[in-house]
């Protein structure tokens, strides 16, 4: 117990460190609240009316594309909310900072602890933000109170995932830039899904990738709760991807920490 005592204050003191760090440099945590924003304005108002038409039912029937576009591009929030995360740990990891760490009486957990937490609750932050963007431009979600927080609480499991992925690469990341470039085709792996527009109106091989990718059953469980089109099977597809993107993100992540101690 007391070794769990020490670990949890520890890690707490590691999270109001990461959280300050964020309120310090707020630039990627605007960077993440920004481009999501800049593509509801793109997709809405410059690519709506001809993306849309394509579309034989939106969501809502109510003929609104931000309705169809608005749950892909709110989860594109959390997918760059992944580079934050990325680009922190190997920050400290150059520096360092980490090394430092390592030669004081402190819990070695609690280094990638404070990091992931406090980049989920700075990612969540900003989901929030484009969520209440996507509300101003015209996204209408009829879900219930229960809805509202089962969707929450698939975008916190996939940022969780996704968080704790970044810090594996940005662990073995050997510099800044790469730690904020690998993650880049995650960013925009929904555009590869159903983000945009529906599976089924891809080339045969695109639309098998999109299908079977993780981000597709995220989006259709998303906007099955928000905005009442069917699920299926999407949601149980989504909890499988995000437990399995956390474990092997968390395994890695633990790994590599624990590999750089032992050189």
């Known amino acids: 117990m007391a070794t769990l005592s020490y670990a949890a204050r520890d890690s707490r003191t590691m999270l109001r460190r990461s ?3 964020a309120l310090r440099y707020p630039s990627l945590t605007f960077t993440v609240v920004i481009m999501p924003i800049m593509m509801l304005l793109l997709f809405n108002y410059a690519f709506g009316n001809a993306l849309g038409d394509g579309i034989s039912q939106l969501p809502t029937g109510s003929g609104a594309y931000i309705d169809y576009v608005a749950p892909g591009i709110i989860l594109m929030a959390a997918t760059s909310g992944a580079l934050t ?26 280094f990638l602890t404070g990091h992931v937490v406090g980049s989920v609750i700075q990612t969540m932050t900003s989901i929030a933000l484009v969520i209440g963007a996507a509300l101003l431009l015209g996204f209408r979600p009829d879900a219930t109170p229960v809805e509202w927080l089962a969707a929450t609480g698939l975008l916190a499991l996939l940022t969780f995932a996704l968080t704790w992925l970044s810090a594996a690469i940005g662990l073995v990341a050997k510099t800044v830039e790469s ?58 597809i989504a909890l499988a991807w995000c437990l399995a993107l956390a474990l092997t993100g968390y395994v890695w992540a633990r790994r590599t ?4 101690a032992s050189r």
């Open 179 to 236: 730690a904020s470039n690998i993650p880049m085709p995650i960013t925009f792996l929904p555009f590869l899904g159903s983000a945009i527009v529906p599976t089924d109106s891809m080339p045969a091989g695109l639309r098998w990738f999109a299908e079977y990718q993780p981000f597709t059953p995220v989006i259709e469980t998303l906007r099955g709760l928000w905005l009442g089109t069917g699920i299926g099977s999407s949601a149980v």
């Open 257 to 260: 920490f624990k590999a750089g």
């Open 19 to 21: 959280l300050k760090k």
């Open 85 to 110: 995360s990325a680009i922190s740990v190997c920050v400290d990891k150059t520096e360092g900072i980490v090394n430092r760490f390592r030669t004081m009486p402190i819990s070695q957990a609690s």
